[in-house]
């Protein structure tokens, strides 16, 4: 069986080198790639792969971009790949006809599971962002999100900060100095109050909500 043929757009050099020597052997062969969006369209036309796999951050306008390849190449699979979870870009690739939505730092395994799924006509979207879609959540590209912090306590507030981070219950206790059954408690209380039914949708609300920019902020200021 011959390899799915794959073009692969992304800024990061050293990032495209690695993923074409992950690749390499199995079922999927890298036979183009590009920094952006605008670099690749000339060769892809001229020589269309059976799949793209594409970063935002060589797009601009995320749907625009995935509007551009799908209406030039209408049987490529078109699956974007990320190192930044963010709900606005996921909605504006599933409105613009992308077939799968993936983060970087999947495990290699499951990255070509994820692609065979594709090659296969399966949409695969990380499950906890297909969620928020499909529960309406994500509406014209925004997450429909409270406004307001108003009732968490400064506790939790600093909770959110390390689920933004990725922290598990067991570091966020040794960060704040706290036990990790405290953890539980006012994790259950948070996510009550902001109505998110796990710690990614959690994360996702805080994100949207500036709690990112106050953790830049705090890095820049120590």
Do not use: Y
Not at 78 to 91: F, G, K, R, S
Not at 112 to 140: C, D
Request: charged share 20%; proline share 5%; aromatic share 2%.
């Amino acid at each position: 069986m011959q390899p799915v043929t794959v073009a692969l757009i992304d800024p990061n050099k050293l990032f495209r080198e690695g993923l074409k020597a992950l690749l390499r052997g199995g079922d999927f062969q890298i036979e183009g790639e590009a920094a952006s969006i605008d670099e690749a369209l000339a060769p892809l036309s001229a020589n269309p792969p059976q799949l793209i796999l594409v970063d935002p951050a060589s797009m601009g306008d995320v749907s625009d971009s995935i509007g551009r390849l799908r209406a030039m190449l209408a049987q490529t699979r078109i699956v974007v790949l990320t190192t930044v979870l963010e709900p606005q870009n996921l909605a504006a690739a599933i409105q613009a006809g992308a077939d799968g939505f993936l983060m970087k730092d999947v495990s290699p395994d499951a990255l070509q599971q994820s692609l065979r799924l594709v090659m296969l006509g399966e949409k695969v979207f990380p499950t906890h962002l297909a969620a928020l879609l499909v529960s309406g959540r994500v509406q014209g590209g925004e997450l429909a999100v409270p406004a307001s912090r108003k009732g968490l306590s400064p506790r939790e507030v600093e909770i959110l900060r390390c689920l933004v981070n990725g922290d598990s219950n067991k570091m966020i206790a040794n960060r704040l100095g706290i036990t990790e059954a405290t953890v539980k408690v006012h994790l259950k209380s948070l996510l009550r109050k902001i109505s998110a039914s796990n710690r990614t949708q959690a994360a996702i609300w805080a994100l949207n909500n500036g709690l990112a920019e106050e953790n830049a902020a705090l890095v820049a200021a120590g």
